[in-house]
């Protein structure tokens, strides 16, 4: 068999030398797809094997023709890739990502393991509104090229249009995984990383472990047919609001309604609903049923219905005792959402605006609902939440805790975050502390 030497030492010596290891001893860590966090995690696992002067071939399988496409997706192509802010809380299981967290060491220049690595590949980055952190370049791109780089000079080996189907446990007559690819070909691995993302998470077969079924989040929302009424008419408008999803209790007589999230930002309409980043972010929490409140008056610092009496005083003097709600609302709101929304909740726009329409209106402007019929899209979905259930692996090393060299991370972990680099931010961390673990784990050592 052909074994590609470029990671274990320079020269003709290096090479003999590992060769002859490789022939004594030819162990390999599988890492199955080429995404964020399978680079990541082939990165750790080879450098580790090579801190510890021990020969293990690292290969990625991946199923696309090439490695880090979904890389350079991300961020509208930019590549929001990590959060100077991070609030580990806003990830859904929250504590298991600060065990996974702060199991990484942090690098010598006193940045966390994420930001350490990409410093120390090469990468120089700015930060924008909210922490959200994009490589100074501005292209997903310079991202995949220094981990790209990176990979060819551990020397890892790729083997693209590879797509697992299978992954079946060592077996008391034969210690090694077993790698089922969809083309019919067999693989061996002494260890294994599963870094397949969450869309085919539930395709592929890894031993009985359990999963959590995924399902699409981080997405645009669609409305009822009722309130699509509303959004159709403004499709492709931007406003920039704050929305809140809240849920209805009890029944519809004396039903209460809890709000559950607030996004402030751009929300944009569309002929199914919204979407807009505050939209993804509270899809992550939305059900049928629930009411998207949009609140058109954030800026405000007083009470709304005080605000529009005195608003109405002022343009009385303007336009005279006869101003319509158009008139009230004309420089506030875009005239088409204005009417768009009156009308909506069957307000004639042209009617005269009296003192004592202040509260209705003002309640209208603060919470225009809009019911939550699900997910509108899958596909323009971010994430997936569900994967391999948290219980089942152990956080510092991500490796099952029945499946020994078996290691699962990104999005096939039951992990997901909202938009801002947190997704991402958890696919190099995860990468990182399985790839190192799944060496380890050859090694017999433990930290
Ligand atoms: C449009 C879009 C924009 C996004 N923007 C951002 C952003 O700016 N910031 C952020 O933090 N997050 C963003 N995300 C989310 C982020 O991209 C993912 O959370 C992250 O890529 C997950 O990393 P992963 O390694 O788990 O999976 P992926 O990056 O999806 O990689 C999985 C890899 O495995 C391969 N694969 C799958 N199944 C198999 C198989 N059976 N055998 C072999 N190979 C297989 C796939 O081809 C793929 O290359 C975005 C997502 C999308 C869709």
Redesign the pocket.
Known sequence: MHIEVRAYKQGEEGERVYNVLMQANEKSIAI????????CAAIAAAERCRADGVAVRVVI????DR?????L????G??????AQLNIDEFHHAEFVQQALDSLPESPDGLDAVHGLFHRLGLVWREEQDGRQYPLANKASAVLDVLRARIEALGVEVETD????AVEPPREDFPRYTLRM?SGVIKRADAVVV???????S??QVGDLKRTPPRPT?GPIAVSEKDALLTRELDNIRVRVSVSLCRKHGSAEGATEEMLATEKGELLFRKYGVSGICVFNLSRLAQQGDVLRVNFLDFLEEDAEAYLVQRRSLLTGEYGEGLTYMDMLRGLLLPRVAEAVLKASFINPYNRFKPADAPRLASLLTGCPLEVEGIADAT????RRGGFRVADLDPRSLQSRTLHGLHV????VDV??P?????????WS??MIAGDAAARSLMGSRR
């Not at 870094?195 to 998470?201: E, I, K, L, P, Q």
């Not at 323009?380 to 994430?383: A, D, N, P, Y």
């Not at 991370?409 to 096939?412: D, L, P, T």
Request: aromatic residues 6%; glycine residues 20%.
């Open positions: 199955i797809g080429g995404g964020a966090s399978g680079l399988y991946e199923k696309d490695v880090g496409r979904s890389i997706a991300t961020g509208n930019r590549c929001n890739f990590s959060n590879s797509e697992l189907a969809r870094a397949c993302g969450g869309r085919t998470v395709a592929l981080l323009l979905c971010q994430v991370a990104g999005e096939a997901d975050g938009c801002g680099g947190y997704n991402l931010h958890w696919a995860s990468g």
